[in-house]
């Protein structure tokens, strides 16, 4: 369960960085590696999206 839930921490912070880019820049990092919503970057979108969800469950790892 650990390694998931550090493949979901790099994850999420991959894609809060494209947002950050995206946000501060206009620039994708994602597209314009793998091609504008190309399926590769659907895959890593989908994979960052469901890395978000997930991490709602790291809320009850805090308060062990």
């Known amino acids: 369960m650990k390694l998931l839930?550090?493949?979901?921490l790099t994850l999420v912070i991959v894609g809060a960085l494209n947002w950050l880019l995206i946000g501060l820049f206009n620039?994708?990092?994602?597209?314009?590696?793998?091609?504008?919503m190309s399926t590769f970057s659907?895959?890593?979108?989908?994979?960052?999206?469901?890395?978000?969800?997930?991490?709602i469950g790291l809320y009850t790892k805090i308060n062990e």
């Open 42 to 55: 659907r895959i890593i979108y989908t994979l960052v999206g469901i890395s978000g969800i997930i991490s």
């Open 27 to 36: 620039f994708d990092l994602v597209a314009s590696i793998f091609g504008s």
């Open 5 to 8: 839930y550090n493949i979901v």
